[in-house]
């Protein structure tokens, strides 16, 4: 090598040179096998999460500028599911109902007879009939029947017969439904 100073070039300055290239070359070898191709790896990685949370944000802006109207339709879904428990209400309100019914007759000038019938139940409501027997002139019981067509509950009229007219008074008879609402609880099968 001290002839390399010199300014000549032996074999074996020669094979220095090559054993350092090589060394040189096997260094930059390593360090692209581990150093970059981990670097890589993280760097997709990186890429990947950063597409997701750009997406995540376009979703969050598209949401943001829709709030105010999903807002007002969850306010009138909320309004419509709160009218709609009104009229069929989840817990058991008959004797109450019952009340109301006698004192429609009452302000009807009619005689009443409510009879329970037997319930039927399906997975959403419960159907709670009553046979019901209304004495009274034709254009009363008309006006009581016509009352509770229009009840702020939901009721339904069926079987309806009204006999023909004896002395002023009219007999009628018909099956009247009133309906609860079952609400499922999570995870109730029953």
Do not use: C
Not at 165 to 174: D, L, N, P, Q, V
């Amino acid at each position: 090598m001290n002839d390399f100073l010199k300014g000549t070039v032996t074999q074996k300055d020669w094979m220095a040179v090559a054993g350092m290239f090589g060394v040189t070359s096997l260094v930059v070898i390593g360090f692209y096998f581990l150093v970059n191709q981990n670097q890589k790896t993280e760097l997709t990685q990186l890429t990947n999460q950063s597409d997701q949370v750009f997406t995540d944000l376009v979703k969050a802006r598209d949401i943001n500028q829709k709030i105010d109207t999903l807002r007002e339709e969850t306010e009138s879904i909320e309004l419509l599911v709160g009218e709609f428990e009104e009229r069929l209400p989840s817990r058991r309100e008959i004797p109450t109902l019952l009340k109301e019914f006698e004192a429609m007759a009452a302000e009807e000038d009619i005689d009443v007879e409510l009879s329970p019938m037997d319930r039927n139940r399906d997975e959403n409501k419960e159907i709670i009939p009553f046979q019901i027997v209304a004495h009274g002139n034709f254009h009363q019981v008309a006006s009581f029947i016509n009352r509770l067509e229009r009840f702020k509950r939901y009721l339904k009229i069926s079987d309806l017969h009204i006999e023909p007219s004896k002395e002023g008074i009219s007999t009628a008879r018909f099956t009247l439904n009133t309906y609860r609402f079952i609400q499922q609880k999570p995870g109730d099968q029953s």
